[in-house]
């Protein structure tokens, strides 16, 4: 049950235009599930992605990192219950597979097509079963497939995320609207599981390059379930222009409230992901301040958010202070700038409460007013490092039986 | 339950000359239970100890760092419940009073007095009542209290945790015995949270601080059950010089024998810890070779050891490879070293069956090989980077819904 977070409606994801999309049965992994879904873009839509920086990247993050290298990209296919990774050359073989029959369907180039997988690591794709699919996907192609897709997308995701946004007015009107995947294997380094965003506006190539990684770094890359990098981690924007804003430069009129909506729908589904993380039964904010880096703040960001103490403590509802300043204590792990911190200048709220300062409990603190904070299903730790002026957000959530229970079920 | 661990019996723990130990029960935290460890050194003795890098470190740490700037350490206190870590100045006082009234109880100065705490973190420490229960600590003491005083430093500890050995012969004649306590929040880096580890050779003090890292290394420092560094992890090499064994430099003969003997006797502390980490059912060796540096392939081994998706796939017996392989792929978060690793080039065994090669699935492969390999309780995973010629061990356990269980029901 994800925390504080429903599907969107079908008819609250706006269609974009020149975007279709189409969702059918390939019988990937298992019968009965829609697991393959094909994306067509419109003639001159832009494109641009971030992947994940696993060495152990899937064959398909190889391929889409080869075809982004020139514009032109028509297509995106995605399965579900193989993720293509861990699969050597014969994955390589079949995500190029997968992206010749796309071509040949859609009567355009093998690389205008992007393959994306995601499921169990290690095994090898059923190729011959995802082509056989295609025309069925193909048949289902509509422009208001967006909630169908997010729903076949899925993996152990327990709802579908999807966003959507109207902005602009005139000549700077465009929609955009969203999907993403993921519960578990949620730690994304440059990008997330999978997330696609779509606009009708036309963006200038360079610009939309340097929004998808603006995008990621605000939303997919500030978010934790279990600190482990997945091998398939993408985000894809997709700017069709087939709507009537047309965007040059970061000086076009419009420009910022278009971007920082594109970056809201971009949060709104990363928050999803941790909404709906394994197990979750708490959603936890994790806002660092006062550090010499934006980087050092992610750094005790992350550390509270993968700390397994912290986490069940969460699942409890105990506020074990102890174990946050404990992660705090050793983040410098994960940046060694912070191996000078001085826990003297840090203070630390759960909520609106201080509950540490001078490097030990805030002599204001109460139990019980911690113990009240810790109760809702969304809580919200601030910490002040006291050092400098940057500051960063983390998202998490807890801890908990059914994390073990989905991960050690899984698979077998 | 630990997994294959046993506490040994009192009589296998061989007293050594110049150390007496002495417990009682002063009620730090809870009524009828033996918290407070007095240990007692003659003088002459040496000690040497490395400590926790966490930036939020304890009173007491503080405190033994400053004592350890000289020598003549006559005395260690330890006590359970509460860590006097994230306390503050009124924590220091504390762990001051804790040394003096130490010391005025054996006649000797604050300063040749080592604290330890450990348990709950930011709670105020009781020196009153831990100043109370000295005297029936001091009227304890017995150079047999090895056993009694393994018991006596445990917190979430299902076993006492103690080490003994004699080796040498006439004038290298020497006993080593040692305890730890610790079961989560363990991920030491460059300690443990408490072991002590003590001998009647006498040893010069340049090489007992060499050795005290060097062990510290080769044991305490390659174990983790959650990645959670603690706020108060100490690791103290006392030798009092009460017996035959002399070494004055690393030349002296037998000094390789015991060496050999006091690491031999840190790894069995510290994979006794890991046996008993909470909620273990098993337990694991990853065994990483081929790395250009040692550094490096403690990286890989901790990323696979910290990994929540590897650890429950352990506790459910599931050869789930892909989760290896994806840890050794973002291992590179650890270290950016890795950043270059060749996945093509890296070989996975679990047991002694090839699992992975050339990025991806082994060819020779077979399911029920790798179910077979993860049945017992202990496992072992190798890892071959084949890019160089160090090696590095990651002791580990897995993760399982009694992890959750004794966290989310800890301090409540």
Redesign the interface.
């Known amino acids: 049950m994800p925390v504080n977070y429903v599907t969107p409606a079908a008819d609250q994801l706006f269609p974009v235009a020149g975007v279709r999309l189409g969702v059918t049965e390939a019988g990937i992994r298992k019968a009965n599930r829609r697991d393959l879904t094909l994306i067509e873009l419109a003639p001159g839509s832009r494109v641009a992605g971030v992947f994940t ?5 899937a064959a398909p993050v190889h391929v889409c990192r080869a075809h982004l290298q020139k514009e032109g990209i028509r297509a995106l296919v995605i399965n579900t219950g193989v ?1 293509n ?7 390589m073989v079949s995500a190029r597979q997968t992206c010749d029959a796309v071509a040949q369907l859609l009567d355009i180039a093998a690389d205008q097509v992007l393959p994306f997988s995601t499921g ?4 090898p794709l059923p190729v011959e079963r995802l082509v056989a699919g295609l025309p069925g996907a193909r048949a289902a192609l509509k422009t208001d497939g967006w909630h169908e897709a997010a729903h076949a997308i899925m993996t152990t995701d327990t709802v579908a995320k999807a966003a959507s946004r109207k902005v602009g007015a005139g000549g700077t009107a465009c929609s955009i609207t969203g999907m993403a995947k993921g519960a ?2 949620i ?1 994304p ?1 440059m990008a997330t599981m999978l997330g696609f965003i779509a606009t009708d506006a036309a963006v200038a190539q360079p610009l939309l390059e340097q929004l998808v990684k603006e995008a990621a770094d605000e939303s997919f890359n500030c978010i934790t379930v ?6 398939n981690d993408s985000f894809v924007l997709i700017a069709t222009g087939r709507g009537s804003a047309k965007f040059e430069s970061a000086q076009t009129a419009g420009w910022a409230e278009f971007k920082t909506a594109v970056i809201a729908v971009a949060r709104e589904l990363a928050q999803a992901i941790v909404r709906d993380g394994e197990g979750a039964t708490k959603y936890i904010e994790v806002a660092v301040e006062g550090g010499r880096t934006r980087e050092e703040c992610k750094a005790v960001g992350y550390a509270i958010g ?4 912290v986490k ?2 969460f ?2 509802s ?1 506020p ?4 946050i ?9 994960n940046d060694p700038a ?2 000078d ?1 001085d ?2 200048k840090v203070k630390v709220w759960l909520g609106d409460v201080l509950v ?1 300062e ?4 805030a002599a204001s603190y109460r139990e019980e007013d911690g113990a009240r904070t810790m109760k809702p299903a969304e809580i919200r730790i601030r910490v002040d490092l006291g050092r400098g002026s940057h500051a960063a957000n983390v998202w998490t959530c807890d ?3 059914d ?3 989905i ?6």
């Open positions: 920086k696993n060495r152990f990247c993720a990774a861990g699969t050597g050359e014969p994955g169990v690591i290690l095994e578990g294997m730690r380094n279990d600190g482990d990098t997945s091998t993968h700390s397994p103490l069940t403590a699942f409890a105990d074990n202070l102890g174990r300043l404990a992660a705090i204590g050793y983040a410098w792990n912070l191996a911190l826990v003297d540490a001078n490097g030990g409990r801890f908990s039986y994390y073990v229970k991960n050690a079920d899984y698979r077998s």
